[in-house]
């Protein structure tokens, strides 16, 4: 089994987290017994990166999914070539695009969502499912998403949020409200159900740790 991670956050992360493998998406894929691919830069969002002063911004994750390599938009990433076929993508974008001011405008935050989707879907094709999340940010975040995947922009779109009120925010979120280890386990229990339904794999009784 294989579960590709398709998203921008790093950022939300710690640095102890990120070594020892405690972030919610390692907790997912070690509980399934799965494989992952992440692709993440800290601060990037799909049409506007963490704390720029315009409404949108040059080189977001819309720019750097298919990237080879972290900061060189060449070569690009060769997916025909790679034999790595995963068996859900999970987007995580948002909450760079929505925690500071300005806001990107609906139609923005589309546009560059939507370059990211077609970019997934041009490489894997329509049968492998997409798992949009949206992010524990205030609206218009949560909104948006949504209805992009209501209107069904590629084939095969699915969604799921992580909303606030899933952790206690006094002993669950470490620096500027990232979550600690406690608030991913909790991140990992909301979105274990949906990867297990998109997937077919089974959701065991067992820790998510």
Known sequence: MSLLKSAATVSVFTLLSRITGLIRDMLIARYFGA????????????????????????????DRVANTFDEAAEPAWDFAASPYRPDLVVINLGSNDFSTLPHPSRDEFAAAYTRILQTLRGAYGDEMPILCVAPRVSEPAFTYIRDLCQAGVVPNLHFAAILPGYCNDGSELGSSAHPNYAGHRKMAMLLIPYVSTLTGWEAEIKPIE
């Open 35 to 62: 494989d992952y691919t992440l692709i993440a830069h800290s601060g990037r969002g799909a049409a506007r990166n963490y704390g720029d002063k315009n409404a949108t911004s040059q080189n977001t994750m819309a």
